[in-house]
């Protein structure tokens, strides 16, 4: 399940990037419009920077924590009960 959650973060994460890229790319072309634009970009790069990192870890570390374990012992009686 985990591989399944990290592909999807990864192709969710592959288009962000690649849309930030294009505004990167639109930032040097447009740079003479606005004075601002250059810390706009540079802001969205830290957010996407610690988006990924975080992201990452937290669904490496949701996906190890929450493991279910069922221990089955050979003493242990189970009872069926018919409803």
Do not use: C, Q, R
């Amino acid at each position: 399940m985990i591989t399944i959650y990290l592909w999807v973060y990864t192709f969710i994460l592959a288009i962000l990037w690649w849309f930030f890229i294009v505004a990167k790319i639109h930032a040097y072309k447009f740079k003479t419009f606005s004075s601002h634009i250059f810390k706009v970009t540079k802001i969205l790069f830290i957010f996407f920077i610690v988006l990924t990192v975080l992201w990452y870890i937290a669904i490496i570390y949701y996906t190890v924590n929450n493991k279910i374990v069922v221990k089955n012992t050979p003493n242990s009686k189970i009872l069926e009960v018919n409803y």
